[in-house]
């Protein structure tokens, strides 16, 4: 089978290299791809995946890789082509395609739309309110305790959410919002949030339109700096362990979250097919009980849990693409290698500021753990040699020894790898967070 995959990031390459060892796989091409994805092998052996560029915000660009690779299924990664309808696009030419559609990937493209959606479902959430014009703004504001959680409605690339420490500072961010300085084009839609306390957790659920199925729990550390502090980012590392979930909260989250999104978007007549991710924030109550409530849905696997989700997967990822489209998700037989994963992402200097791109990385051949990854999130080759070519450089990832006595060693185990395997790799200017699982390793997983 040939396979396209469209996104060119970490979680592309881990896409890509899940892909890799499905013996159903005999062509991968992935757009626009980058120098890791380049090099890595088939089964077989004897093929590698091939890039062809692409711009992903250009969507007769895409069809048209389409049309000229002529694969049997194409696999959509990041949120831009999901946005611009690339899936509804492929499905009206009668391709094979993972992913929702533009329509159902409105949970994750407007934030107003997924919290109406919420508030009509009854599914856990924030209490908002959506504004359109700066007055409303300041006649809801006062609904609102200190800090106040103000978001843009849509698609921002983590910029979209400023939490603020007085009304004032609400006020100001929802108006920069509104005329565009924030962040680059004018909101029409700001929704003002309740500040929730408490963990934060990813929830990944396998949607077929009609059931949802959980894939795995990770966490994430979105923050540039130790204890989780400084800027946001698009996400420094994140892991993944058998105890980050207990099996009743799982049943939960699928039952009062996943499935409830996938009947009430099949009973909207917008069918939800692909990855929902649910971004939760876990809130103890006063009786001692945790309520989690959703504080956002993306609707594609997330970067970089997926790198560190993957290397976990043992079901071959073609059946969990083919049961997402064919409706079959509950036939469905899911297995992770026991233990735990981590990824560590490598970043450019200055980032998540303006960084340089072209420096040259070294080591990336030291690594010869089975269990340990480099996953390429923002590369190019030159000249035979790979150079920096994005704010997160590489994602280390690792998986723990399938004979950790526990969650926690697993983590550490995990950890020592990828950290091992780190200290080999360098480039000019490289920083990464050294306290991945901090939280995980102090209070167990
Ligand atoms: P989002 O893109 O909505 O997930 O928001 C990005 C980050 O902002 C989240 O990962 C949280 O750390 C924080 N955040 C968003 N909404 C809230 C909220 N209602 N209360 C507290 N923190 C929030």
């Known amino acids: 089978m040939k396979v396209l995959v469209i996104g060119g990031g970490g979680r592309e390459h881990a896409i890509v290299w899940s892909l890799a060892r499905s013996p159903r796989v005999t062509e991968i091409v992935c757009a626009p791809g980058n120098a890791g994805?380049?090099?890595?092998?088939?089964?077989n052996g004897s093929n590698s995946a091939r890039c062809v560029p692409v711009d992903t915000g250009d969507l007769a660009a895409m069809l048209h890789v389409v049309q000229t690779e002529q694969p049997e299924l194409t696999v959509v990664g990041p949120e831009l082509p999901l946005s611009l309808g690339l899936i509804d696009a492929l499905q009206r030419l009668g391709h094979r395609a993972f992913g929702p559609t533009q329509a159902a990937a409105r949970l994750e493209t407007s934030k107003s739309f997924?919290?109406?959606?919420?508030?009509?479902?009854?599914?856990?959430?924030?209490?908002?309110?959506?504004?359109?014009?700066?007055?409303?703004?300041?006649q809801e504001l006062h609904r609102f305790d200190a800090p106040i959680v103000v978001k843009a409605d849509g698609l921002a690339a983590g910029k979209g959410v400023v939490i603020c420490p007085s009304h004032a500072e609400a006020e100001q961010a929802a108006a920069q919002m509104f005329s565009g300085a924030l962040l680059g084009s004018a909101e029409t839609y700001v929704v003002l949030e309740e500040f929730l306390v408490g963990e934060e957790l990813s929830f990944f659920a396998l949607c077929d339109g009609k059931h949802a199925v959980a894939l795995a729990a990770a966490q994430d550390h979105k923050r540039v700096g130790e204890g989780d502090t400084g800027?946001?980012?698009g996400g420094m590392g994140a892991y993944t362990g058998d105890g980050l979930l207990s099996a009743p909260m799982e049943q939960w989250l699928l039952k009062n979250v996943a499935q409830r999104v996938v009947d009430e978007m099949a009973l909207e007549g917008t069918p939800f097919h692909g990855i929902l991710f649910c971004g939760m924030m876990m809130v103890p109550q006063q009786d001692g009980t945790i309520m989690p409530m959703v504080l956002e849905f993306n609707t594609r696997f997330g970067d970089p849990e997926t790198q560190a989700i993957l290397l976990r997967l043992q079901t071959d990822i073609v059946d969990l693409f083919d049961a997402a489209i064919d409706g079959s998700a509950n036939k469905l037989t899911l297995q992770m290698r026991p233990g735990a994963s981590v990824c560590i992402i490598a970043a450019s200097q200055g980032y998540p500021g303006k960084y340089p791109s072209g420096i040259p990385i070294t080591g990336l051949d030291s690594v010869s753990d089975p269990d340990t990854v480099v996953f390429h999130s923002g590369t190019a080759a030159r000249d035979g040699r790979t150079v920096t070519a994005g704010g997160r450089v590489l994602g280390v990832t690792a998986v723990s020894n399938p004979s950790s006595s526990n969650s926690t060693t697993a983590l550490q185990d995990a950890l020592n790898k990828a950290y091992g395997a780190l200290s080999g790799i360098a480039f000019d200017g490289m920083h990464f967070r050294h306290d991945i699982g901090w939280r995980a390793l102090r209070d167990g997983l």
């Open 37 to 43: 994805i380049a090099q890595v092998l088939l089964q």
């Open 114 to 138: 997924a919290k109406e959606f919420m508030r009509q479902h009854d599914i856990p959430t924030a209490a908002y309110a959506v504004c359109t014009t700066l007055d409303e703004v300041r």
């Open 231 to 233: 800027p946001n980012t």
